[in-house]
Protein backbone atom coordinates (compact mmCIF):
# COMPACT_ATOMS: atom_id res chain seq x y z
CA UNK A 1 0.00 0.00 0.00
CA UNK A 2 1.13 3.35 -0.84
CA UNK A 3 2.44 5.49 2.43
CA UNK A 4 3.98 8.92 2.51
CA UNK A 5 5.95 9.33 5.90
CA UNK A 6 7.19 12.37 6.74
CA UNK A 7 10.11 13.98 9.41
CA UNK A 8 9.00 14.98 12.77
CA UNK A 9 8.27 18.31 13.70
CA UNK A 10 10.97 21.13 14.05
CA UNK A 11 11.19 24.16 16.06
CA UNK A 12 13.40 27.19 14.23
CA UNK A 13 14.31 30.31 15.10
CA UNK A 14 13.26 33.70 12.39
CA UNK A 15 16.06 33.72 9.52
CA UNK A 16 16.75 30.03 9.84
CA UNK A 17 16.14 26.89 7.22
CA UNK A 18 14.00 23.80 7.37
CA UNK A 19 14.35 20.76 5.83
CA UNK A 20 11.37 18.40 6.08
CA UNK A 21 11.71 14.97 4.20
CA UNK A 22 8.56 12.51 2.94
CA UNK A 23 9.83 9.13 2.13
CA UNK A 24 7.37 7.12 -0.12
CA UNK A 25 7.06 3.40 -0.35
CA UNK A 26 4.68 0.91 -1.84
CA UNK A 27 4.94 1.74 -5.27
CA UNK A 28 7.85 2.73 -7.82
CA UNK A 29 9.08 6.47 -6.72
CA UNK A 30 10.59 7.37 -9.94
CA UNK A 31 7.23 7.21 -11.94
CA UNK A 32 5.87 9.59 -9.96
CA UNK A 33 5.56 13.34 -9.29
CA UNK A 34 5.44 14.74 -5.08
CA UNK A 35 3.73 17.94 -4.20
CA UNK A 36 4.18 19.73 -1.03
CA UNK A 37 1.28 21.58 0.91
CA UNK A 38 1.76 23.46 3.79
CA UNK A 39 -1.78 24.73 6.08
CA UNK A 40 -0.81 27.75 8.59
CA UNK A 41 -2.62 26.86 12.16
CA UNK A 42 -6.90 26.96 11.35
CA UNK A 43 -6.22 28.42 7.69
CA UNK A 44 -6.47 26.43 4.64
CA UNK A 45 -4.14 24.62 2.30
CA UNK A 46 -1.63 26.00 0.19
CA UNK A 47 0.77 24.60 -2.27
CA UNK A 48 4.02 25.27 -2.47
CA UNK A 49 5.60 23.06 -5.00
CA UNK A 50 6.36 19.85 -7.41
CA UNK A 51 9.14 17.47 -8.14
CA UNK A 52 8.58 15.47 -11.39
CA UNK A 53 10.33 11.94 -11.94
CA UNK A 54 13.08 13.45 -13.66
CA UNK A 55 13.91 15.97 -10.85
CA UNK A 56 12.80 19.03 -12.21
CA UNK A 57 11.13 21.38 -10.06
CA UNK A 58 8.43 24.08 -10.29
CA UNK A 59 7.39 26.33 -7.30
CA UNK A 60 4.61 28.71 -6.32
CA UNK A 61 5.66 32.43 -7.10
CA UNK A 62 4.97 33.49 -3.37
CA UNK A 63 7.90 30.93 -2.26
CA UNK A 64 10.16 30.97 -5.24
CA UNK A 65 13.71 31.90 -3.91
CA UNK A 66 13.08 30.29 -0.80
CA UNK A 67 12.47 26.56 -1.25
CA UNK A 68 13.98 23.78 -2.82
CA UNK A 69 12.48 20.19 -3.18
CA UNK A 70 14.82 18.03 -3.84
CA UNK A 71 14.66 13.98 -4.12
CA UNK A 72 16.63 10.77 -3.14
CA UNK A 73 15.98 7.97 -5.08
CA UNK A 74 18.10 5.76 -3.49
CA UNK A 75 15.82 6.18 -0.40
CA UNK A 76 12.72 7.20 -1.94
CA UNK A 77 12.46 10.33 -0.03
CA UNK A 78 11.75 13.88 -0.94
CA UNK A 79 12.97 16.93 0.62
CA UNK A 80 11.29 20.15 0.90
CA UNK A 81 13.57 22.85 2.48
CA UNK A 82 12.45 26.63 3.11
CA UNK A 83 15.12 28.97 4.03
CA UNK A 84 14.44 33.05 5.61
CA UNK A 85 11.56 31.58 8.12
CA UNK A 86 9.51 34.21 9.45
CA UNK A 87 6.66 33.47 12.31
CA UNK A 88 4.27 33.53 9.33
CA UNK A 89 5.53 29.88 7.84
CA UNK A 90 4.80 28.53 11.21
CA UNK A 91 2.43 25.71 9.13
CA UNK A 92 1.76 22.12 9.25
CA UNK A 93 3.83 21.16 5.88
CA UNK A 94 2.55 17.98 3.81
CA UNK A 95 4.29 15.80 1.18
CA UNK A 96 1.36 14.57 -1.71
CA UNK A 97 1.68 12.49 -4.51
CA UNK A 98 0.70 13.51 -7.98
CA UNK A 99 -2.12 10.93 -9.37
CA UNK A 100 -0.83 9.02 -12.20
CA UNK A 101 -4.20 9.50 -14.57
CA UNK A 102 -5.11 13.58 -13.51
CA UNK A 103 -4.14 16.72 -11.70
CA UNK A 104 -4.28 16.12 -8.06
CA UNK A 105 -3.11 14.71 -4.93
CA UNK A 106 -4.37 11.16 -4.24
CA UNK A 107 -1.84 10.32 -1.58
CA UNK A 108 -0.59 12.50 1.37
CA UNK A 109 1.85 12.33 4.12
CA UNK A 110 1.05 12.61 7.84
CA UNK A 111 2.21 16.73 8.15
CA UNK A 112 5.38 17.90 10.23
CA UNK A 113 4.70 20.99 12.15
CA UNK A 114 7.48 23.49 11.76
CA UNK A 115 7.33 26.52 14.25
CA UNK A 116 9.45 29.44 13.73
CA UNK A 117 9.59 31.69 16.81
CA UNK A 118 12.20 33.37 18.46
CA UNK B 1 -2.49 33.17 -8.64
CA UNK B 2 -5.71 34.39 -5.81
CA UNK B 3 -7.32 31.78 -3.92
CA UNK B 4 -10.55 30.44 -4.76
CA UNK B 5 -13.80 31.19 -3.27
CA UNK B 6 -15.55 29.35 -0.61
CA UNK B 7 -18.71 29.57 1.78
CA UNK B 8 -17.14 29.70 5.58
CA UNK B 9 -19.66 27.18 6.55
CA UNK B 10 -22.80 24.87 5.38
CA UNK B 11 -24.75 23.07 7.36
CA UNK B 12 -27.79 20.26 7.10
CA UNK B 13 -29.37 17.88 9.07
CA UNK B 14 -28.80 14.19 8.78
CA UNK B 15 -30.21 12.91 5.38
CA UNK B 16 -30.62 16.01 3.69
CA UNK B 17 -27.71 17.85 0.75
CA UNK B 18 -25.84 20.60 1.12
CA UNK B 19 -24.07 22.28 -1.69
CA UNK B 20 -20.40 23.86 -1.43
CA UNK B 21 -19.33 26.11 -4.18
CA UNK B 22 -15.92 27.33 -5.59
CA UNK B 23 -15.54 30.20 -7.72
CA UNK B 24 -12.30 30.82 -9.61
CA UNK B 25 -11.49 32.31 -12.83
CA UNK B 26 -11.05 31.24 -15.76
CA UNK B 27 -7.07 30.86 -15.60
CA UNK B 28 -8.00 28.21 -13.32
CA UNK B 29 -11.38 26.64 -12.43
CA UNK B 30 -13.03 28.11 -16.07
CA UNK B 31 -10.07 26.87 -17.58
CA UNK B 32 -9.44 23.14 -16.99
CA UNK B 33 -11.03 20.38 -16.19
CA UNK B 34 -8.72 19.54 -13.00
CA UNK B 35 -10.73 20.68 -10.24
CA UNK B 36 -10.51 18.36 -6.96
CA UNK B 37 -12.28 18.66 -3.91
CA UNK B 38 -10.55 17.26 -0.58
CA UNK B 39 -12.19 16.49 2.83
CA UNK B 40 -10.57 17.49 6.30
CA UNK B 41 -11.19 15.92 9.50
CA UNK B 42 -9.47 17.84 12.81
CA UNK B 43 -5.57 17.41 12.71
CA UNK B 44 -6.00 14.33 9.80
CA UNK B 45 -4.35 14.94 6.66
CA UNK B 46 -7.08 15.69 3.99
CA UNK B 47 -8.22 12.58 1.49
CA UNK B 48 -9.59 12.96 -2.20
CA UNK B 49 -13.51 12.76 -2.61
CA UNK B 50 -13.73 14.47 -6.48
CA UNK B 51 -11.01 14.54 -8.88
CA UNK B 52 -11.53 16.25 -12.24
CA UNK B 53 -14.75 18.00 -11.15
CA UNK B 54 -16.67 15.13 -11.10
CA UNK B 55 -14.71 12.21 -10.81
CA UNK B 56 -15.05 9.68 -7.15
CA UNK B 57 -12.00 7.65 -6.60
CA UNK B 58 -12.42 4.34 -5.39
CA UNK B 59 -14.18 3.74 -2.24
CA UNK B 60 -15.47 7.64 -1.53
CA UNK B 61 -19.52 7.55 -1.47
CA UNK B 62 -21.43 8.00 -4.16
CA UNK B 63 -23.85 10.63 -2.14
CA UNK B 64 -20.45 12.82 -3.06
CA UNK B 65 -20.83 14.41 -6.51
CA UNK B 66 -19.34 16.98 -8.29
CA UNK B 67 -19.71 19.63 -11.12
CA UNK B 68 -18.58 22.45 -12.61
CA UNK B 69 -20.12 25.36 -14.60
CA UNK B 70 -17.95 28.48 -15.84
CA UNK B 71 -15.81 29.64 -13.19
CA UNK B 72 -17.53 27.82 -10.67
CA UNK B 73 -17.00 24.64 -9.55
CA UNK B 74 -19.71 22.83 -6.50
CA UNK B 75 -19.38 19.64 -4.64
CA UNK B 76 -22.67 18.03 -3.34
CA UNK B 77 -23.23 15.70 -0.57
CA UNK B 78 -26.28 13.91 -0.41
CA UNK B 79 -28.05 12.33 2.64
CA UNK B 80 -25.54 13.71 4.81
CA UNK B 81 -24.18 11.51 7.53
CA UNK B 82 -22.62 12.85 10.63
CA UNK B 83 -19.22 11.04 9.60
CA UNK B 84 -19.66 13.88 6.64
CA UNK B 85 -19.15 16.73 9.26
CA UNK B 86 -15.56 18.19 8.70
CA UNK B 87 -13.80 20.65 6.47
CA UNK B 88 -13.66 20.84 2.62
CA UNK B 89 -11.15 22.02 0.50
CA UNK B 90 -11.51 22.75 -3.06
CA UNK B 91 -8.56 22.59 -5.80
CA UNK B 92 -8.12 23.41 -9.18
CA UNK B 93 -4.82 22.99 -11.03
CA UNK B 94 -4.16 26.47 -12.56
CA UNK B 95 -1.68 25.88 -15.56
CA UNK B 96 1.63 25.04 -13.55
CA UNK B 97 0.88 25.50 -10.46
CA UNK B 98 -2.69 24.96 -8.18
CA UNK B 99 -4.66 27.24 -5.98
CA UNK B 100 -7.06 25.79 -3.40
CA UNK B 101 -10.02 27.25 -1.90
CA UNK B 102 -10.18 28.59 1.88
CA UNK B 103 -12.08 25.82 2.90
CA UNK B 104 -15.56 25.49 4.00
CA UNK B 105 -17.25 23.88 7.23
CA UNK B 106 -19.79 21.10 6.91
CA UNK B 107 -21.59 20.74 9.78
CA UNK B 108 -24.13 18.07 10.77
CA UNK B 109 -26.88 19.78 12.62
Known amino acids: QVQLVQSGAEVKKPGASVKVSCKAS????????MHWVRQAPGQGLEWMGIINPGGSTSYAQKFQGRVTVTRDTSTSTVYMELSSLRSEDTAIYYCARDSPSSNFFDYWGQGTLVTVAS | QSALTQPRSVSGSPGQSVTISCTGTSSDVGGYNFVSWYQQHPDKAPKVMIY???KRPSGVPDRFSGSKSGNTASLTISGLQAEDEADYYCCSYAGSSYVFGPGTKVTVL
Open chain 1, 26 to 33: GYTFTSYY
Open chain 2, 52 to 54: DVS
